[in-house]
Structures are given as C-alpha cells and as structure tokens.
C-alpha cells in the first residue's frame, strides 16, 4: 500500500468532536493529486520553446478541449476518525494521481474548526456532524447543501460491567464522554428521556478527547464510558477488562420504532456557489462518486483500509483500526433516501432542543438530490 497518504495526514491529532474531539484542532493539509503549477524553463532552449509557444498562442488562442469538471480542485475537509476512514481509499488514490477528480483533503480533530473553514470558504466540501450541518445551514444564509450521509450510528456504551444492558441500567451512575453539545450529547440526553430517566439520574462528565475517557476507564474499574468508534475498539485494546456493553443504534432504533427515523451520525456538505458554478458541480459529481467507491472499499477491504487508516494517523496500529470498522457504520446515502433519513433524525433533535440543529429545522434547499436524466 502506498505510503503517500501519510505525508499529507501526518499532523493530524488524536481524537474529533464527531469521535472524541480534541482541544487544539490542529490540522493537517495537502494537495494529493498531481500539481497543476508550471517549472520554469531550465535550458535556453526550453525557454525558446516556451516563448515561441506563448507567441503561438497570443496569435491565435486555443480552445480548451476540457470536459466541465476536469482539473477543478476540490478542498475537503473532514475530522480524524469514521469519517476520514471512508475516505482514505480516495486519498490513497488521489495521491498517487490514479483519481478520477483533483482533490485537496484537510484532516482537523474539531467539528467547530471545518464549520469555520466553510464559512470562510477555505474549503468546498466538509464532512460534518448531522446537527452542525444544520447549523451551518442557518449560519451560511443557506449557502450549504448536503451531499451525502457518510456515516451511522458508532456511539457505544463501554464498561468492565456487562450488567448494563439498557440505558434504564445507566441511573445513580456516572458516565464519561467527550464533545459537550455535539451529536454524540444530544443523542444521549435524547436517549435518557426516552427511557424515563430525569436530570440527575445519570451524571455526565465531559472530558476535552476520547483518550482521557480510556484513562478514566482504565483508572476506575466501575466506571462508565460512552465513545464513539474507532476510539472504542482503541480502549479495549488498552484494557482488557472493558466491553461494548451497549450500541446507541439499537436504542434509539428501540425508541424510534413506530417512527422509523435512523441515528444519522455524519454528512457530507458542500458550498451552494461550488454547486452553482457549472464545472465545479461537475466536479463535485465526480468525488460523489469516488467518495461513494471509497466508502464501498472500506467495507470490503478491511485489512488493505486499516493499513491506510494507520498510514494516515487515525488510529496507530492497523490491526486495531481492522477491528473497528466493521463497527464505524461507513455508508455512502445519497439522493431522496439521505433527505428522508436525515429529515427524520433531524426532527427529532429539534424537538428535543431546538438549538441543536440551529433553532429551525432546515427547508428543501438544504438537500442536494441530482435529478435522473432519461
């Protein structure tokens, strides 16, 4: 497997708001497919060549022979865990110039941080929590649309004590996790009134990324954590005393039954002008369809993704980043059924807290379906 990958991702930190955020949000970035920037001329008689060329030019210009879309450059930005992971088979490719489109991927720890790159414009396309792309949504003035949904529910319930089969099981306890007011906090306080448990009943402690949560589990025999993959399966490698004890999907989906209304965890967003601008759409459906290969890759080529997930930092050892994927729910939804599951899970975030979806649950603009052409 090639080792180009890890010179783009090598800065990347340790845990993401989406799978235990970090406090500092560094970031790691790179262009991985073939530059598009000239050398200069280096003999007199490649700068003769160069000029009788320009002069060629200037006397008679030449039509482009391009089809819309091809050598646009597309800036994505996704955080350190699932997500990236259903990528890595794309950058692997766009790195050794084997892809399709031109990309410039940027790997961050922080969910706030690619809110902000995407409000700035300093990247095209984001992979972003469900609520914060609905957030975003009102942030932008409308100026983003969803692409994709890119993965489910991965929220899992770790403790030494397989007693706890409910979360009914969580009451009189204390249970760790990361990322205060994001997705994963959301579902869970959803999840506690759902199951009849008032405030007080369960104690939260919020800690800054997921490897301090594996500390406090490793440190404490009884206690309680809630991590998303593929830090999960990464604390049961450190202490083998700890077990997945709970899925949150099969929670929310006993609670969701009559509804039918899915745990969405990740979307792909992009800029509305990107998508307005007639070559970058077409560029935009290029990655749709090379994100939607990728992410096909990681559920079928396991052993080959977890070399690369390691390659790029996500997780140190390919065999445990093998381990967890199978449980990191990396989907590629598009098209009417992401509006439909994405729509659902939304309304019900709102219901339940307004604010986290950005006080309003957002229109029909918000969903990008491509229309079928005969």
């Given at each position: 497997?090639?080792?180009?990958?890890?010179?783009?991702?090598?800065?990347?930190?340790?845990?993401?708001?989406?799978?235990?955020?970090?406090?500092?949000?560094?970031?790691?970035?790179?262009?991985?497919?073939?530059?598009?920037?000239?050398?200069?001329?280096?003999?007199?008689?490649?700068?003769?060549?160069?000029?009788?060329?320009?002069?060629?030019?200037?006397?008679?210009?030449?039509?482009?022979?391009?089809?819309?879309?091809?050598?646009?450059?597309?800036?994505?930005?996704?955080?350190?865990?699932?997500?990236?992971?259903?990528?890595?088979?794309?950058?692997?490719?766009?790195?050794?110039?084997?892809?399709?489109?031109?990309?410039?991927?940027?790997?961050?720890?922080?969910?706030?941080?690619?809110?902000?790159?995407?409000?700035?414009?300093?990247?095209?396309?984001?992979?972003?929590?469900?609520?914060?792309?609905?957030?975003?949504?009102?942030?932008t003035n409308q100026g983003i649309q969803v692409l994709n949904i890119n993965t489910l529910g991965v929220l899992y319930v770790v403790a030494a004590d397989d007693s706890i089969k409910t979360i009914s099981d969580l009451k009189g306890k204390?249970?760790?996790?990361?990322?205060?007011?994001?997705?994963?906090?959301?579902?869970?306080?959803?999840?506690?009134?759902g199951s009849g448990l008032e405030e007080g009943d369960v104690t939260v402690e919020y800690k800054s990324e997921a490897a301090?949560?594996?500390?406090?589990?490793?440190?404490?025999?009884?206690?309680?954590?809630?991590?998303?993959?593929?830090?999960?399966?990464?604390?049961?490698?450190?202490?083998?005393?700890?077990?997945?004890?709970?899925?949150?999907?099969?929670?929310?989906?006993?609670?969701?039954?009559?509804?039918?209304?899915?745990?969405?965890?990740?979307?792909?967003?992009?800029?509305?002008?990107?998508?307005?601008?007639?070559?970058?759409?077409?560029?935009?459906?290029?990655?749709?369809?090379?994100?939607?290969?990728?992410?096909?890759?990681?559920?079928?080529?396991?052993?080959?993704?977890?070399?690369?997930?390691?390659?790029?930092?996500?997780?140190?050892?390919?065999?445990?980043?093998?381990?967890?994927?199978?449980?990191?729910?990396?989907?590629?939804?598009?098209?009417?059924?992401?509006?439909?599951?994405?729509?659902?899970?939304?309304?019900?975030?709102?219901?339940?807290?307004?604010?986290?979806?950005?006080?309003?649950?957002?229109?029909?603009?918000?969903?990008?379906?491509?229309?079928?052409?005969?």
């Amino acid at each position: 497997m090639r080792k180009a990958l890890s010179i783009f991702m090598a800065c990347a930190m340790t845990a993401a708001t989406l799978a235990g955020c970090s406090p500092s949000g560094q970031e790691n970035s790179g262009k991985t497919a073939a530059s598009m920037e000239s050398t200069p001329a280096e003999t007199s008689g490649e700068a003769e060549t160069a000029k009788s060329q320009e002069a060629e030019s200037s006397a008679e210009p030449e039509v482009s022979q391009e089809a819309p879309g091809e050598n646009q450059v597309l800036r994505i930005g996704s955080l350190k865990g699932p997500t990236t992971m259903g990528l890595v088979s794309l950058m692997d490719k766009a790195a050794g110039g084997e892809s399709q489109g031109t990309y410039e991927f940027t790997m961050v720890t922080a969910a706030d941080e690619l809110v902000g790159k995407m409000v700035s414009g300093d990247v095209d396309i984001a992979l972003v929590p469900a609520n914060m792309a609905s957030i975003l949504y009102q942030k932008t003035n409308q100026g983003i649309q969803v692409l994709n949904i890119n993965t489910l529910g991965v929220l899992y319930v770790v403790a030494a004590d397989d007693s706890i089969k409910t979360i009914s099981d969580l009451k009189g306890k204390t249970v760790y996790m990361t990322g205060k007011g994001t997705t994963p906090d959301h579902v869970f306080r959803y999840l506690l009134k759902g199951s009849g448990l008032e405030e007080g009943d369960v104690t939260v402690e919020y800690k800054s990324e997921a490897a301090e949560v594996a500390a406090v589990l490793k440190e404490q025999p009884d206690a309680v954590g809630l991590l998303p993959q593929p830090f999960v399966t990464v604390a049961m490698a450190q202490n083998e005393n700890l077990k997945m004890v709970m899925d949150l999907t099969e929670q929310w989906d006993s609670l969701q039954a009559e509804e039918g209304g899915s745990l969405v965890t990740g979307v792909t967003v992009c800029r509305k002008e990107i998508l307005e601008d007639r070559s970058m759409a077409e560029a935009v459906k290029t990655f749709m369809q090379e994100h939607r290969e990728s992410a096909d890759f990681a559920n079928a080529y396991t052993e080959e993704t977890a070399q690369l997930v390691a390659e790029a930092g996500i997780i140190e050892k390919a065999p445990v980043a093998q381990k967890a994927l199978p449980y990191c729910s990396i989907v590629c939804i598009d098209g009417e059924e992401m509006r439909e599951m994405l729509s659902g899970y939304l309304n019900v975030l709102y219901e339940q807290e307004p604010s986290s979806v950005g006080g309003s649950v957002p229109d029909e603009g918000f969903y990008y379906v491509l229309q079928e052409t005969s």
